[in-house]
């Protein structure tokens, strides 16, 4: 097929870009090692369906489907055709990669197809040279440390090609970093005197003739967002016209997220800090830089107003900050120590490695009848709402002041700061508002409200969450009603072999879609999971409730370790139980050196490269760790799921929407609960196989899959792969002797 005959056509013609896919088509022949699959060819037609029909389509395809070359080669062809770019979403950073470096520039090379794809990235990857400009000035107020690093970045601003943080030759730390990127709100565009040489508006150029958007799903709901209170054109993200999303069983959790109201004490402090602070004696930021700049128009004898204006950011301002910082502390140590009261904080790892304790508490009516929230933090969040208030107004205020000089010098040199001490003000009033909102008694039934806390060492920090809880009306009119095609795919899509629980969820529903039409399809994996894989769940542990079950699970793990040497995940449903079977384990296992690496010693890039590494390793994980990970080979030849993944009926949203589920007449349990587990359990499931050469055992010791009836569903769930139910003796031989016999495909 050729690019002059696509110009020619309306749409695209299935049965020629199916014929690709065929062992004698274009990719066919051109790529080498490329197999032809018939499940990945109705997966094409199916695409070409949703481009052609402006449809909505659900896919699920399993694990060496060839799902990125089924989604990529129509999605070419139609910006060869339509001249409209396809946005390509992902969750992780590794399939972006892939996408941009390995399988686009293949297929295009395939296809003699002129294609151009560029990853796009969120504004605050760039440097902002203004930002840079304005820091050099202030930069011997900054500490020793941030100096230098803002010294090696204006050194690399100015030689760099794309401004990337990712090109830096260092990581800054994200203080350094936030006084130089570049932020939407703070950005004055093409007012700017070095919008021509601005990084950011570079790739954004860089980006309008490309055929392919490549992001990520935090991106693009941010984009959303933004587009669904802006005019077209002004999103966070280039105009596209239609959206892919791989890796799609997560976007509910972070479009919740995305869309999601919040206010912390951190942030008020940090924006305070980026206005005016003090350090060691030394008073920076961009107030004392805007000071520094009406100064040397004027100087220290300039007119009356003048003097009130430099008096206001010298003195007035200041006074007012230092009051509002300690209201700040006061005010959000007061939701600590009430969500405190309720329950004590339980301990956590964050993605970095450091320990932290984390409390969550949802708000509920009774809450507000509490005496301590009444009479501390009522009364503390309006003293705070109050004196931001008056901030702000000052900030409003000192602008006006400015303007009234009508100096068109002064506006000329200071309207980089001044649009920047805007913004800061102006998301000072967005926390303000959220803090308005979230103390009051009536809760809509539409959302959910709660506390969170985090204490990293002897920090802690507060967060106020005000999150929608249904999200499926703002997913369909922002997203799949908005654009006329949009594709769902992953490995993990259905529960038990069909798609009800996603198209609820999500609002795929014909009351929502308003006839628009959403298709629905599965294609089975390609591997051989009955050659290739065993899945075996001791039959002689006690329940997951039982008082011994970690000790006996952590029993279990040890015959599985052994028989596999090592190369084995641990996936853990909570950090103190993973902590406890660690403990239990590390001496054992160092005897029989298999190195052992828990979630929380080192970063998750770190552990992931060290276990593909060291041979007959073992990591010990929790969340992360149950997808987005790619270890192919015999570097990974056993996982062990030690409990069920259910979500924990404590965290707030999950609690209110299975209260949702009832108060509906539906069963929480088994309508929200076994379905979001089940497609977690498909993807610690899926860690295993990811080549034809893969081979291994999963193991799960929850006796709660073979002895209670929703495990069948579960079970029918999965690849169809040998199962066993046997206890733990048969298991450590059963995983022997499978070793033993299929050593061979290790050998292909």
């Known amino acids: 097929m050729t690019t002059e005959k696509l110009d020619k056509l309306e749409t695209l013609e299935v049965k020629k870009v199916v014929d690709l896919f065929k062992s004698n088509g274009l990719i066919g022949l051109n790529i080498p090692h490329f197999e032809s699959r018939s499940d990945q060819q109705k997966m094409v037609a199916n695409i070409v369906d949703a481009y052609n029909e402006n449809k909505v389509a659900l896919i699920e395809a399993g694990t060496g489907t060839g799902k990125s070359m089924a989604y990529l080669v129509p999605a070419m062809y139609w ?27 293949a297929l295009a090379k395939a296809l003699n197809l002129e294609i151009k794809a560029v990853l796009v990235k969120g504004m605050g990857n760039y440097v902002c040279l203004r930002k840079v400009h304005e820091s050099l000035e202030e930069m011997t107020l900054f500490p020793t440390d ?13 030689s760099t090609n794309d401004g990337s943080k990712t090109s830096l030759s260092f990581v800054p730390t994200h203080q350094t970093w936030e006084k130089v990127c570049a932020e939407g709100d703070t950005c004055n565009r093409d007012k700017c005197p070095f919008y021509k040489n601005c990084h950011f508006f570079r790739a954004r150029n860089r980006a309008k003739d490309a055929h392919i958007l490549i992001s990520n799903h935090s991106l693009l709901f941010s984009d959303l967002a933004v587009r669904g ?31 999601a109201w919040k206010a912390s004490g951190l942030f008020i402090l940090k924006t305070l800090a980026r206005l005016i602070t003090t350090k060691q004696n030394k008073t920076f930021g961009k107030l004392p830089l805007l000071y520094r700049q009406i100064l040397r128009m004027y100087g220290h004898e300039g007119p009356k107003d003048v003097q009130a204006i430099l008096n206001k950011i010298n003195s007035e301002i200041p006074a007012l900050r230092r009051e509002l910082t300690q209201i700040t502390n006061e005010s959000f140590g007061c939701y600590a120590e009430f969500i405190n009261i309720i329950h004590p904080p339980e301990e956590a790892t964050d993605q970095s490695g450091l320990e932290i304790k984390e409390n969550k508490l949802r708000i509920l009516q009774q809450h507000h009848q509490h005496p301590s929230w009444k009479e501390e ?18 900030l409003h205020s000192l602008e006006a002041d400015i303007s009234s ?129 065993i899945l075996a769940v001791p039959t002689d542990l006690p329940p997951p409730s039982d008082p011994n079950f970690t000790k006996e699970a952590s029993k279990a793990i040890f015959a599985a370790v052994q028989a596999s040497q090592g190369n084995a995940f641990v996936l853990f449903t909570s950090y103190s139980m993973m902590r406890y079977c660690h403990s239990l384990l590390e001496k054992k296992l160092e005897n029989l050196r298999l190195p052992i690496l828990m979630q929380g010693q080192d970063t998750r890039k770190n552990l992931l490269h060290k276990f593909k590494t060291i041979n007959k390793s073992i990591l010990f994980g929790t969340d992360s760790f149950w997808e987005g990970v790619d270890v192919s080979g015999e570097a990974l030849r056993c996982v062990i799921i030690v409990k069920l993944p259910f979500q924990v009926p404590k965290e707030p949203i999950v609690q209110a929407r299975m209260e949702a589920i009832l108060a509906n007449g539906g069963s929480p349990f088994f309508d929200f609960s076994i379905p979001n587990a089940i497609v977690k359990f498909m993807q610690g499931f899926g860690r295993l196989i990811r080549n034809r050469k893969d081979r291994g055992c999963i193991l799960c010791l929850d006796s709660r899959l073979i002895k209670k009836p929703y495990g069948k569903l579960f079970i029918n769930s999965l690849p169809n792969c040998q199962k066993f139910f046997v206890d733990t003796p048969s298991m450590y031989k059963l995983m022997v002797d499978f070793y033993k016999k299929t050593y061979y495909l290790t050998k292909q």
């Not at 105009?239 to 892919?244: G, L, P, T």
Request: net charge negative; proline share 4%; glycine share 2%.
């Open 405 to 533: 000089l009508n100096n068109e010098k002064l506006n000329e040199q200071t309207e980089g700061v001044r649009s920047e001490i805007s913004a800061l003000s102006n998301r000072l009033e967005d926390t303000c508002n959220t803090l308005k909102q979230f103390i009051i008694p009536e809760i809509p039934p539409s959302k959910v409200r709660w506390v969170e806390t985090k204490k990293y060492r002897q920090q802690e920090h507060v967060e106020l969450i005000d999150a929608d809880l249904d999200i499926s009306k703002l997913l369909v009119n922002n997203l799949f009603r908005k654009f006329p095609t949009t594709i769902l795919c992953s490995a993990t899509l259905t529960t038990n072999n069909h798609f009800k629980f996603i198209r609820n969820r999500l609002g795929l529903v014909p009351g929502l879609m308003d006839g628009k039409p959403v298709t629905e399809n599965q294609y089975q994996s390609p591997f051989n999971y009955q050659k290739q894989a």
């Open 146 to 158: 941030e100096q230098q690093e803002l010294q090696k970045i204006e050194k690399w601003a100015q």
């Open 377 to 394: 933090v009522i009364e503390q969040s309006q003293d705070l709402i109050k004196l931001l208030k008056k901030f702000i107004q000052t």
């Open 229 to 259: 209170v802006s005019e077209k054109g002004n999103g966070i993200l280039p105009d596209y016209s239609r959206v892919i999303l791989d890796e799609a069983h997560n976007i509910e959790e972070i479009a919740t997220d995305h869309f």
């Open 79 to 105: 910006a060869v055709q339509a001249k409209e770019k396809t946005l390509i979403s992902t969750n992780t950073i590794n399939l972006q990669e892939q996408l941009l470096h390995k399988d686009i520039p």
